[in-house]
């Protein structure tokens, strides 16, 4: 009898368990999912991205010239960032090995390494592919770094996450960033019909095709498997209307990843909308987050500090509108509470808006933290004691009240040395404007009384 030996085809010698492996692997392949059986297997299948795809853009060059260099791909989910690091490795012939760093941790980075130590032995290139690198903490980011700079793999990470903020510097400065865009619309109707096509389906009605689309959001993994519920759910018809769309998926919501780069996007957008006085636009982004599962009590605090930021006091109202729309949401809750909060969007997006007070904040808090300990003017500090009042404590201080159109004209308020400092310069725009002109008539009152003859002792009338 033969007895194998490790020099032996395994196949060959063992038929009982090996003769099958072909027949498994198409039944696995049929059961994957839809996005699973249609990731292209070329670049030239790859839909979308034809900043990095067209001839002559970065990766193009990269996987004709077989040279790929160590690179972060940064996009929303379902961009293609996956398919772009096995198709970029297979152009070298890479060894291509995959870590979740959302699983992965400090065996599974030391087992990368052995494996790429291995490979480089037999003569043969490694891409350790990393995805959502962002999870990954510093010290597991920094395991990298020695292996990229002395050539042992080539780094390929992604991340749906800003990498500035989330990949360590060092490891960003040893890997170009490339950006992947969600998917057009045209480019998502041309994945619908090659996924129509693989599954031999009935057509979508026009209207369900357009909806299934905007539906996905940019997102092409998104829309297969949408898809792929829709035929299963309606198996044997002729074609697929809207009402059968609705149906099978229910409501979707958007993409809105409720503390990523695309929560604070939208965010970003509300406020923007709102300085920029677009209640339209304002409207849309908060239906926007809101719709994507955006907690509205984070909404309605984020409306209160616009308030306080962009309107200020051009519109004193709006602060106090925005915290009513606040405790009109706590009591009523969603749905009904939502609609407060849109009130208190429009209006902050039609009030006149003011930064002054927000810039003047910011200032004299610069200022005092710079600044030494400036003792209080004399005429300024409590008396309460005779000790106090003997010590030079309040005087020369003259009560407003007592002072014509209560104003104490030429008495001086602000440390030795900060005498003329202007923190707070109100907007020509709504109250403010107001609040402008009468500081202007208290500062000339004060130019008055310091231009009086100080022997007199009389102040300028008014003052």
Not at 94 to 102: E, G, K
Not at 432 to 437: A, K, N, P, S, T
């Amino acid at each position: 009898m033969n007895v194998p030996t490790h020099r032996d085809d395994p196949q060959q010698a063992q038929p009982g368990l090996f003769a099958d492996a072909p027949v498994r692997q198409r039944r696995a392949a049929a059961t994957a999912p839809l996005a699973e059986r249609l990731r292209p297997q070329r670049l030239d299948d790859m839909i979308g991205q034809p900043q990095l795809l067209a001839p002559g853009r970065p990766l193009r060059v990269a996987f004709e010239s077989g040279r790929v260099p160590s690179m972060i791909l940064w996009g929303p989910p379902g961009t293609g960032k996956t398919t772009l690091a096995r198709l970029l490795a297979g152009a070298t012939g890479a060894h291509f090995i995959v870590l979740s760093a959302v699983l992965a941790g400090v065996k599974e980075i030391r087992d990368a390494v052995e494996q790429a130590e291995a490979m480089r032995r037999a003569g043969r290139a490694t891409v350790v592919f990393v995805d959502e690198v962002h999870r990954f903490n510093k010290a597991q980011q920094d395991a990298f770094l020695p292996h990229v700079e002395s050539g042992l793999f080539t780094f390929i990470g992604a991340t749906t996450e800003n990498p500035a903020f989330e990949v360590n510097s060092a490891l960003l400065s040893r890997a170009a960033v490339h950006v992947l865009e969600p998917l057009a619309d045209a480019e998502l109707e041309q994945l619908l019909r090659r996924a129509q096509a693989a599954l031999a389906a009935p057509p979508l009605a026009p209207g369900a095709c357009a909806r299934l689309v905007e539906q996905a959001d940019g997102d092409a993994r998104r829309l297969l498997n949408a898809y792929e519920s829709v035929v299963a759910a309606n198996a044997g018809v002729a074609l697929i209307d809207e009402a059968m769309l609705e149906r099978a998926l229910g409501r979707l919501l958007r993409r809105g990843d409720k503390g990523g780069d695309v929560f604070y996007d939208q965010i970003s957008a509300l406020h923007k909308s709102v300085r920029g006085s677009d209640p339209d636009a304002a409207l849309y982004w908060l239906a926007r987050m809101l719709d994507a599962g955006v907690d509205p009590r984070y909404a309605a605090r984020r409306i209160v500090r616009m308030a306080t930021e962009d309107i200020g006091l051009a519109d004193p109202r709006a602060l106090r509108l925005a915290l009513d729309a606040a405790e009109v949401y706590e009591r009523l809750g969603s749905p009904e509470g939502e609609l407060a909060l849109a009130e208190a969007v429009v209006y902050l997006a039609v009030a006149p808006k003011s930064n002054a007070v927000y810039r003047a904040w910011g200032a004299v808090r610069e200022r005092v933290q710079r600044d030494g300990s400036r003792p209080v003017p004399p005429h300024l500090r409590n008396a309460p004691t005779p000790l106090a009042r003997q010590l030079g404590h309040g005087a020369g201080y003259r009560y407003a009240h007592d002072e014509a159109e209560g104003y104490a004209a030429g008495l001086r308020y602000l440390p030795e040395g900060l005498d003329g400092e202007r923190f707070y310069v109100p907007t020509a725009r709504g109250l403010e404007q107001r609040i402008g002109e009468r500081i202007a008539q208290l500062r000339a009152l004060d130019a008055a009384a310091e231009a009086a003859p100080p022997e007199s002792g009389v102040l300028p009338e008014g003052g």
